[in-house]
């Protein structure tokens, strides 16, 4: 670092550059940089915002595509009965709204509450409120129906938890229309400062959270694959795609089936792709890996009948993209379609 | 960085008027000394949850080994409830069996006898339901299965029921197959038997390398007579 500082100190221009901790050279030290960076440069909005529309939408989906089963499979009617619902909360330590009350009536007024918390958080209004109640109704729905649930639902629980702390709301939002309107009296000077550190740093923190929860998700996916024998021999795909509640096309299903090499490189493929996923986010190799997870999710979608699975897991891929890639990709689609 | 105690370093400089590559430069500085501890000790607090955090998942995901055995209690009283989670989906094995549940009903008529129901077959129920659905219902994708499943593991090591989790688990699917006998049993009925029918799928065409078994004679298994009460019905 030494020669480093002596180099850049030599620089007018960082001399007498400002900053909470300035070294001996007149750089700030790693230290400072990273806290720095922390409070004041909130990474990844575009992403997070991604994460909020997304998974918003796909919870409101998910609500009025079981609209019809809804006392079914959260109701008083449910067969995981109101009672064995607050039992299992009372050994775990789970909090539901929907275990409150067991009349048909104050369910139904939750599940209007759930549907338009949805759509408010994937509209971005109030965010930092709308984020904890949409935090608030997921955890809810999906506690009450533990034993209905799969991995799909796991990680949009997951992520409505970390969203709350990160600044989702910032970029594509009513949030964001309404913003620059407001200025702050300078007497509140310090406190609007503090706050915005405050909310960057949380924002930070929570994108690292979220990232690294993919990073376990899909290193822990494709190295529990490793263990199965059908995955080493080439044969697992041949048998998910005979699971009759996988099926929703069988005709499909039997085609991709009768190629046997496509489905042994298949089932190589996925296991290589989880597990280099968490080493390969560091390097240009990111953008290959997120485009073969895309298909393959794409392909789980229709072919496993999986849309709400494939749909969180699309969803969670998209807080790797950066926010210069996005903003390019923003403009040159604003290039080509002009308004 | 001989200077592990992070984030306390800003504090010991005065007079900076801000960040170097802040988008508001001199953000810092217009913090009072008070304010500046404040951010400091958020800072800290936040970075070591979140490090805090990821490493507990990560424990907890992995296979057990002697950090995650040893710091077992503290690990799980952070993942549970909210943060568990199991990415086992078609892992390590995808399932290599159909399973197939029916139920039966039964009645004690007036005169004392018995009358049992055909099999209603549960699982046919749900794969109609899944055919041709571009977004199959958690009801019949999850429901039974599941249940099922979990009934199946909590049996595998309490087969006395000695547990309140399996009991609990054995009147979920109690319930679900009475929900499911009573669209079909028009009259009432006092008792249920569920039977799963294992299945091997069969094996692709071409002779695999693994040495899995010979696809066996299905597997039928029977549990026993659930009392119905009216108010299930």
Redesign the interface.
Known sequence: MTSDQAVTGARPTTVG??????GAGGR??????A??F????AVSLYAASLLRIGYGLLYL?FLL??FP?RD??WGPGS???PA?AR??FG????FSILTLSDSTWYFELCYFFALVTAALFALGWRTRLTSVLFALVV?SFH?R?I?????GD?LI??MA?YLMVTDCGRRWSLDARRRPRRSAPTAQ??LV??R???ST??HN??M??IA??VC??YG??GL?????????????L???L?????????ALSAQV?SH?VF?AVAAYLTVLVQVAFPFAVFSRLKYVVLCLLLTMHLGIA?LL?????SGAMIIADAAFLSDSLITRAVAAARRRWPR | ?N?TS??A??L??DG?????????????????RP?QL???G??AL??S??VV??AL??LY??PANTVSRQYQSQIDAWI?????????????????T?QQISARTSTVAANGVTQTSDWIDL?AV??AA??????????????L???WD?YETALGTDARLTS??TL??Q??LR??A??RAATRVHEPFDAIQLRVVTTP??????R???N?PAASAPGVRYLPWWQVTTDDL
């Open positions: 550059l400002p900053g909470p901790a300035i700030p030290d790693p230290v400072t940089k806290f720095t922390l409070t004041e440069h989906v595509r079981e089963n079914e499979i067969p995981w009965t064995l039992e299992l050994q775990t330590g789970w955890a506690g129906s034993y209905m649930s799969d991995g796991n629980e997951l938890i000077r310090q400062i503090a915005r550190m405050l740093l949380l923190c929570g690292f959270v690294a929860q376990v998700l822990a996916a529990y694959k490793v263990q199965g024998g059908l995955w080493r021999d080439g044969t697992a041949h048998y998910v005979n699971l009759d509640l996988f099926q929703p096309w069988p089936d046997l489905s229709v009948g999986l849309p709400m699975f | 960085m200077d992070g984030p370093v800003p010991q400089r900076g008027t801000g960040p170097a590559d802040g988008q508001e430069p001199g953000a810092w500085a217009q913090l009072s304010v404040a951010v400091t958020a800072v936040c970075v949850a979140a955090h990821v998942v990560f995901v992995a549970y409830p909210y943060f568990e989670q199991d990415w086992r989906l078609f892992a390590p094995d995808p399932q290599s159909h699982t749900d794969d899944v055919r041709h659905d571009v977004f199959p219902s958690h009801t019949a994708q999850n429901m299965r599941r249940a979990a309140r989790r609990m688990l009147e979920y319930n679900i009475v929900q799928i069969e094996q692709p065409s071409v695999p390398v693994s899995r």
